[in-house]
């Protein structure tokens, strides 16, 4: 077996990329090595992370522009549990509230119906019993995604509400926006797959957004 020592890999050309190893074969980390990852840098996974425990970050994205809705992909449904979102300073343009539907087949269609216990064709993640006003900041939002239908019956996937606050502009506080509620699918025995913001009324703008893989 070879063995190659070396203090440091860089790419041939600046801002290249360096590939290590071919299709099919593992690479190994031995028992006592630490892989350390430096302040300001970035991990990027777009295939499949496990056996690591706990959160895995999926994806992340930070929105600068105004628009109607935002779209999300919930990848590696075999891999996962559950999945955890997390989302902070967005602001919702016009007096209305922010909504959220499910899909289960890739953002195609979304689920329009059977959301329960509020039976609408939604999930209000800014609740009614909160006074809608406008440029609302809706900032540390979290929420469970239970999206793997193993049994292929309803009421089997859904979301649960754990946090979020938001601040009025007609006033300097922050709201508590007492989110800690479920919502449970009976109208689908599919897996979610994807799902969807928005807001009832006009547009919203900003936020950061992180979306995390539960494993075992």
Do not use: W
Request: aromatic share 12%.
């Amino acid at each position: 077996m070879s063995h190659v020592k070396t203090d440091k890999l860089s790419a041939r050309t600046a801002s290249g990329t360096i590939t290590l190893g071919e299709s099919g074969e593992t690479l190994t980390v031995p028992s006592g090595v630490t892989l350390a990852v430096a302040s300001g840098a970035t991990i990027s996974n777009a295939g499949t992370a496990s056996g690591f425990g706990g959160l895995i970050l999926l994806s992340s994205l930070t929105n600068s522009s105004s628009v109607s809705e935002l779209e999300f992909s919930l990848p590696d449904l075999n891999d996962y549990r559950a999945y955890y979102f997390y989302f902070t300073n967005l602001t919702g343009e016009s007096a209305g509230y922010l909504r959220m539907q499910l899909s289960t087949d890739g953002g195609s269609t979304y689920i329009t119906s059977g959301y329960s216990p509020q039976s609408t064709n939604y999930i209000d993640v800014h609740r009614n019993d909160i006074s809608s006003v406008a440029n609302c900041v809706f900032q540390n939002f979290g929420m469970y995604i239970f999206a793997r239908n193993d049994n292929s019956v309803a009421y089997s996937t859904g979301v649960s509400f754990q946090s979020g606050s938001f601040k009025r502009s007609a006033s300097p506080q922050i709201i508590q926006a007492q989110l800690y509620f479920n919502t449970i699918v009976n109208s689908t025995t599919s897996s979610i797959n994807a799902f969807k913001l928005f807001m009832s009324t006009g547009n919203m703008s900003g936020g950061t957004f992180k979306l995390y893989g539960i494993t075992n």
